[in-house]
């Protein structure tokens, strides 16, 4: 009787024990995990429900504590935080998608090649529309012109977006549609002229003359476009992007598209200036949903590098009768800064040379005075001159940079800025230091979507081909912890989103990626390669 009331003991504590695990909806075990918190400490497993972390520890640990219908066991595989893009346009990648793709292309004549063939894809096509150009890759440097265009497509309108999105070859059936001549002019861009008569090149705002008149997708085509885009972001383990830069009707079509379960990754939206969206969304003020992020203005001070339109303090070194252009007008645009500086939205600007940048620092300071909360940021702050530096630190202005510009302008950025201004170009390791924080974007469509590629650039400054040996102004490279930290935390940190996700704690959203090995330990040449296992959304594993 003693034994049977011993066994009868055990069996009931056992059942006891058992029933006091408390119940997750998904278990991860026998991973490493990088929690990416403030200590980066490490785990081996966690427990999600409703969406969220429950719980992180051992596997022992919680496999002890909690019970799950759904246990990954991941034999060993790495775990970080969802990655994020905090500078995107990821509406813009669902229309690149539907477009010519022209990036890579060794030359103008494989760019007229590449549009043959998309041609021939698309034989109803009203319009050929094409991005990716960039005449810095062509063995004659010099802006392509409308000829070769003309004489290939003579009968419909081409418009091809060059690769940073600052610039735009057109033909003459376009130009005749848009009505174009060479006495077209508009502030804040160019009309590239050529003994007097326009090349088919518009330089930044020049490109609005034919962009009124191109047809635009409608819902039922921006719907398809942005799921495509998700397709492609979910499988290199994005779980937050950004959209630099949209208007109301697009917002509200992606907040739709989540609400309705089709759109599972997040979206930071920066909102596009222009007197509507300021009237409207100034009055609404910021807002967020589970998977929607609206509190910035999208503001530009100047173009590109690549098309010299980047607004320089000294001119261009391989073109001494340019200086680059503002987009806006100081007056202007210390007009919107004051308007968003007694409101509570952020002000994210667009700055690339060291003009438009010392420009909107000071700006930036004539309004904030101090360090604060307000998280303002300067997108790109490509080339910084040294004695601005420091503001960011005065100022809390957060750098959003994006590193494989780095690595895509290092071929001839010398060339446009000369061998000492250079230095200030590109400078992530200076411009973490003034905070402690960065974040790391892609610019996506400009470069390519793999948040891995940008990893590989800032920590090691070569491109895909290894170049240059040694890396590129090594000075300003970052270790590994500071370029996950850049694409996890501190992104989420800059877009408002750190109490929400950006690192696996419990009560944060379960937006994680698994990979097949681990970034953080494999050489640097194979960091492009590293393949993405899983990425989830809310405890939803969505690839």
């Given at each position: ?196 008569q326009p090349t088919g090149v518009l330089v930044d705002n020049a490109m609005q003359l034919v962009r009124r008149v191109i047809p635009q997708p409608d819902a039922a085509d921006k719907e398809r476009?942005?799921l495509a885009a998700q397709k492609v972001c979910l499988s290199h383990g994005l779980t937050t992007v950004s959209d630099a830069g949209l208007n109301r009707s697009d917002i509200e079509l992606v ?289």
């Amino acid at each position: 009787m003693k034994k049977t009331h011993y066994l009868l003991l055990v069996s009931t504590l056992l059942l006891a024990s058992c029933s006091t695990k408390k119940k997750a909806d998904l278990i991860v075990r026998n991973a490493t995990v990088y929690t990416v918190d403030s200590t980066f400490s490490t785990a081996q497993a966690f427990a999600v429900q409703d969406g969220k972390f429950l719980a992180v520890g051992s596997t022992d640990d919680i496999l002890n504590q909690y019970e799950a219908d759904s246990v990954a066991d991941l034999g060993g595989k790495p775990v970080y935080p969802g990655f994020y893009d905090p500078h995107a346009h990821f509406m813009g990648l669902g229309q690149v998608l539907d477009q010519a793709d022209l990036v890579g292309a060794a030359s103008y004549d494989q760019v007229i090649q590449r549009l043959k063939d998309y041609a021939q894809k698309h034989p109803d096509a009203m319009w050929i529309i094409g991005r990716g150009w960039d005449q810095n890759d062509w063995p004659e440097k010099r802006f392509p012109t409308k000829a070769k265009l003309d004489a290939a497509f003579p009968n419909i309108p081409v418009a091809l977006t060059r690769v940073d999105g600052h610039a735009m070859l057109v033909n003459t059936k376009a130009m005749r549609l848009a009505q174009l001549t060479s006495g077209s002019q508009v502030a804040g861009g160019e009309v590239v002229l050529e003994n007097g008569q326009p090349t088919g090149v518009l330089v930044d705002n020049a490109m609005q003359l034919v962009r009124r008149v191109i047809p635009q997708p409608d819902a039922a085509d921006k719907e398809r476009m942005l799921l495509a885009a998700q397709k492609v972001c979910l499988s290199h383990g994005l779980t937050t992007v950004s959209d630099a830069g949209l208007n109301r009707s697009d917002i509200e079509l992606v907040e739709r598209l989540q609400q309705e379960g089709k759109l599972k990754i997040r979206d930071y939206v920066m909102i596009s200036l222009g007197e509507p969206n300021l009237d409207y969304y100034l009055k609404r003020g910021p807002f967020q949903t589970d998977r929607l992020t609206v509190r910035s203005f999208k503001l530009y001070a100047d173009g590109a590098l690549g098309s010299r339109g980047a607004c320089l303090r000294a001119p261009y070194s391989d073109r001494p009768g340019t200086q680059g252009f503002l987009l806006l007008s100081p007056t202007e645009l210390e007009r919107i800064l004051t308007l968003l500086a007694d409101s509570k939205f952020q002000a994210n600007t667009h700055c690339i040379g060291d003009s438009a940048n010392h420009l909107i620092l000071g700006l930036y300071g004539k309004l904030l005075k101090t360090q604060n909360d307000r998280r303002w940021r300067i997108e790109h702050a490509q080339v910084v001159t040294p004695d601005d530096f420091w503001k960011f630190n005065r100022y809390s202005v957060i750098p959003s940079v994006q590193p494989t510009h780095a690595t895509s302008d290092m071929y001839w950025a010398a060339d446009r800025l000369g061998p000492v201004r250079v230095k200030g170009a590109y400078a992530f390791n200076d411009l973490m230091k003034q905070n402690g924080y960065i974040t790391f974007g892609s610019d996506f469509p400009v470069e390519a979507v793999n948040p891995l590629y940008g990893f590989h650039a800032a920590v090691a400054r070569v491109d895909d081909k290894g170049y240059p040996a040694g890396g590129f102004q090594m000075e300003n490279a970052v270790d590994r912890t500071a370029a996950l930290r850049a694409m996890t935390s501190w992104a989420a940190y800059a877009n408002f989103e750190d109490h929400l996700r950006g690192s696996i704690q419990p009560g944060k959203q379960a937006d994680f990626v698994v990979m097949e090995q681990d970034i953080l330990k494999i050489p640097n040449e194979q960091l492009r390669t590293a393949k993405v296992a899983q990425t989830w959304v809310g405890g939803e594993r969505v690839f």
